[in-house]
């Protein structure tokens, strides 16, 4: 039997040494490394060979990948780097990996073709200036092929430790059982249904109400998919960090039902949760667990992997034991693990972890979408970019030498944008391709400062940087499924100011890609209707399957009334403030228990809250707060206990409309004083006409159905369990009207 590995991958293995550097960072976008690419081997002249497909052996490890381009007539072979910023900057490790990959590429060449000789050469493009720079050094095909089974000999002890485990993993799959013996009501047809999609090939929606047993009725099925499939890896995406502890409690199942399964699982967090020096740079000379980092990563990634469950926790106590950074040594591990759980930006980010990765080593996957209504905004906010002039303004007030043209000649475009704008917002036609270029030119001249005195700037500046940088990736991107504009205000000394924003409206001709590129995607929440909205705005393809599992709860179980007689829009709120305080003591007086009342802002709920106050003060109320923390959240949490009374007042589609369980009578009813819409304000407006552009239902896809779908959560947290009841009262007149009714569950009698 023998062990694939691509190129990149071995070399990334075996020759990376000495420290972590991000220094000579951020490197150009995807979609800006294969433009400079296509311009180099363009430039060749004929004859010239790009993407040239190579493979060879040694002993059972199969070596494989596409060298960037090979010349004939100088009988070179090219591998072509894109950068940013000054070269003599970069690390020599960096650019030991690349003479790496170049000898192996170079083997395979003379192997193929029968070369006793051949150049190699190292070709750096600057993106910003176009400049190539190009490194060459002549090889002897006898000293290739020794440093290739050098490479290989390092990597082969390794992949065939892999290869052991993942027979023992197989084995243990096919016989691996449901860990509770029998599946609950509806759990068994989610199960079945995402084996079929995965068998199949197919994306499916799974609409599963909260309490079927989501997470464990869609991993387990593509665990036993995973032999039969011949999965490389399974990733289990979410929006928060409730669902990867709840997807990391399903694989403690899974482990526990099957002691001697080889089950490799990763939790992957955000870089700002599993930094351990967060006021130190990324490279040796600043941060200690960076100094040496890739010397020492051999002996932690051999440790981590003895590991089954690799959750945060145990990961940086590894790292720590070995001192390298968890962060990094997460992402290295992310190799290696059969399950991976993380954030949706792992993959569908513009610069995403996982999707480089699976494109790099040709991995076979299947995704899992944990809360998949999430996906549509959460894939919006990653292909979108603002920039606010204030920022600006206070970077130019005593810049760099360096710095001082590039950022006068951008604010100059950046006030030319809105000279004759009247209003305090608007919406243009075309993103100007004059400031694009200066915004450019500013960014190559932060990160060549970063470069040298990558500790001695401001946050500020870095914060800046970053933000300029990702506006001007987004840029590439720009076309109808964007809309561009401009809020302009006063600033210091009655100064007009501007922030510019570029809005992903629809994510699909980016997100649908991703989601294609897996073997399946199982994207499942409790709200996935209408079927249409989702497939529209994500992407999905064609032939993508729909399941509405059955409910496991009983009408019975959960009191859903809907008060028609209180309208909640904003001209007759404070009409509303007195009949909703009522309703809310009623049922309280009627009912004593928790209960969790929604508003549409925290200005609504602070107003209804001072009308309980003064006229029900008897009632125990318990108010969310702007900007809790995680410690404020959990106390708020902490005060539905099951001998406790109250209401909690919260905003709808905020922390606590999702995400949360309080079972039992911790929670025995709610109050939903709102239809959830979106704010009626230029902004939303402005994505409605869009929207009415490409689908004809502007409305609809800007307004009714997210609310509905931040109103259906809501009323999710009340029902938990088979033993649960409670009651949803639903505050609006609208909720009365047929196409509203249509969008909530089946199983309520309303």
């Known amino acids: 039997m023998s062990y694939r590995v691509a190129v990149r991958a071995l070399c990334e293995f075996t020759a990376k040494v000495g420290d972590l550097d991000l220094r000579f960072t951020p490197s150009p976008t995807a979609q800006e490394g294969m433009a400079g690419h296509r311009r180099v081997t363009a430039g060749r002249g004929a004859g010239y060979q790009s993407e040239v497909a190579l493979e060879g052996c040694y002993k059972t490890l199969l070596v494989r990948g596409r060298a960037d381009g090979y010349d004939p007539v100088r009988n070179r072979l ?21 003479w790496a990959q170049a000898r192996v590429y170079g083997w395979l060449l003379c192997q ?13 493009l600057d993106v910003d200036s176009d400049r190539q720079t190009v490194i060459e050094e002549p090889w002897q095909a006898s000293d290739l092929e020794a440093f290739f089974h050098q ?3 390092l990597f082969l002890t390794w992949a065939e430790a892999q290869m052991q485990r993942a027979a023992v993993r197989d084995q243990g ?3 691996l059982k449901f860990p509770h013996g029998e599946f609950r009501l509806g759990q068994r047809d989610l199960a079945e249904t995402v084996y079929k999609a995965v068998s199949t090939g197919r994306c499916l929606m799974a609409q599963a109400t909260t309490g079927i047993g989501k997470t464990l009725g869609t991993l387990f099925p593509m665990l036993k998919a995973m032999v039969p499939q011949q999965l490389d890896k399974v990733l289990f995406l979410t929006a928060k960090t409730p669902g990867r502890q709840l997807a990391l409690e399903a694989l403690r199942q899974v482990c526990a039902s099957a002691p001697d399964l080889p089950l490799r699982s990763l939790e992957l967090v955000a870089r700002d949760k599993a930094c351990e020096y967060p006021d130190k740079a990324c490279h040796g000379d600043s941060c200690p667990l960076a100094k040496g980092f890739y010397d020492r990563l051999p002996a932690a990634r051999a440790a981590a992997v003895q590991l089954r469950l690799q959750d945060q926790q145990a990961v940086r106590e590894v790292a720590l034991a070995h001192q390298v950074c968890p962060y990094y040594l997460s992402q290295e591990l992310a190799r290696w693990a059969d399950v991976v759980i993380g954030d949706y930006n792992y993959y569908f980010d513009l610069n995403a972890l996982l999707f480089g990765l699976a494109q790099a080593n040709q991995w076979r996957l299947a995704l899992l979408a944990d809360e998949a209504h999430n996906l549509v905004e959460r894939t919006r906010g990653m292909y979108s970019a603002s920039l606010d002039q204030y920022h600006l303004g206070v970077l130019r007030r005593d810049p760099p030498a360096l710095l001082k043209s590039p950022l006068q000649k951008l604010n100059r475009e950046w006030n030319a944008l809105y000279k004759d704008q009247v209003g305090p ?7 100007p391709d004059r400031f694009v270029q200066a915004l450019l030119r500013c960014v190559s001249a932060l990160g060549e400062l970063f470069n040298e005195q990558p500790t001695g700037l401001d946050r500020a500046w870095l914060d800046f940087y970053f933000d300029a940088l990702q506006f001007s990736r987004v840029a590439e991107l720009y076309g109808e499924h964007y809309v561009f504009d401009i809020q302009q205000r006063e600033g210091a000394g009655r100064k007009r100011q501007a922030r510019l924003n570029l809005r992903n409206v629809v994510p699909a001709p980016l997100s649908g890609p ?44 959960l009191d859903v009334r809907i008060v ?32 969790l009342a929604f508003f549409s802002s925290f200005d609504y709920l602070q107003q209804v809250a001072e009308v309980m106050a003064a006229q029900y003060p008897d009632v125990p109320l318990w108010l969310q707060g702007r900007k809790m923390d995680e410690a404020q959240r959990r106390d708020f949490l902490g005060q539905f206990s099951d ?40 902004v939303n407006e402005q994505l409605k006409v869009r929207m009415a552009e490409v689908f004809g239902a502007g409305y609809d896809y800007t307004y009714l159905y997210p609310g509905l779908h931040k109103v259906v959560q809501a009323a999710g947290r009340v029902i938990r369990g088979q033993q649960d009841r409670g009651v949803v009262v639903l505050i609006d007149d609208r909720f009365s009207e047929g196409r509203v009714k249509a969008l909530l569950p089946r199983w309520w009698a309303v």
């Open 173 to 175: 799959l096919v016989a």
């Open 643 to 682: 001998h406790s009374r109250g209401v909690g007042f919260a905003v709808l589609g905020g922390a606590f409309g999702e995400g949360i369980d309080l079972p039992g009578r911790r929670l025995i009813g709610a109050f939903i004083a709102t239809l959830g819409l979106a704010q009626f304000n230029p």
């Open 112 to 124: 193929r073709d029968g070369l006793d000789q051949l150049n190699l050469a190292l070709v750096y």
């Open 78 to 98: 090219e591998e072509i780097k894109t950068h940013r910023g000054d070269l003599e900057r970069q690390p020599a490790n960096h650019r030991q990996l690349h």
């Open 514 to 557: 991703r989601l294609k590129a897996a073997r399946s995607a199982v994207l499942f929440s409790a709200t996935l209707s209408p079927q249409h909205y989702f497939a529209d705005l994500l992407g999905l393809p064609a032939d993508c399957a729909w399941i509405d599992v059955q409910s496991p709860f009983s009408a019975a179980q």
């Open 425 to 431: 917002y608007q919406a243009y036609a075309h993103l």
């Open 151 to 153: 490479q290989c000999a």
């Open 564 to 595: 028609d007689s209180i309208s909640t829009r904003f001209t007759h709120r404070r009409a509303s403030l007195a009949p909703i305080a009522a309703l809310i003591a009623e049922q309280f007086a009627r009912q004593p228990g928790n209960y």
